[in-house]
């Protein structure tokens, strides 16, 4: 029980922390003018040079359809294009294009530096505190993506 508080109070943290950095400059992600699952099929697809479509269905926990209706849309704005897979002309590939990679770029570089300008101001001794959490995080992560693939 006692871990389940710690976990509700670090996630209440975290929520606090993310509305503190919306009020220091949250411009460039009310700028985006896109539906939250489609910018998660732009942050997917912009992780792979290319990516299937019903792997990308897959990932976003919906069906073929409603993926193909995001990227269309993505697609309109020219921040994704579609391919054939040369070796199976029925398989249909996606990748981000270069405006695509830039918008995620830009909003990633607008997270760091919020982020950045917060760990300046921290002492030495807290800095190196966030530091070993941020590597126990990143830690979690990586056995949870070894877990999964495992599991597949």
């Given at each position: ?42 942050l ?39 391919m ?15 405006d ?23 002492s030495?001794?807290?800095l ?25």
């Amino acid at each position: 029980m006692a871990q389940m508080d710690n976990v509700k109070q670090v996630l209440r943290l975290q929520d606090e922390l993310i509305h503190h950095r919306a009020l220091l400059d949250a411009g460039p992600w009310l700028e985006l003018n896109m539906s939250t699952p489609q910018l998660k099929a732009l942050l997917l697809i912009s992780e792979e040079d290319a990516i299937r479509m019903r792997e990308l269905a897959r990932k976003l926990g919906g069906s073929f359809s409603n993926a193909t209706v995001l990227v269309d849309r993505l697609v309109e704005r020219g921040l994704v294009e579609r391919m054939m897979e040369p070796q199976d002309r029925r398989v249909v590939l996606v990748r981000a294009t270069e405006d695509g990679r830039l918008l995620i770029e830009q909003l990633v570089t607008s997270w760091r530096s919020l982020t950045e300008s917060l760990l300046k101001s921290l002492s030495a001794e807290d800095l190196e505190t966030v530091r070993k959490a941020m590597r126990i995080l990143v830690s979690a992560a990586q056995d949870g993506e070894n877990t999964t693939k495992q599991e597949s």
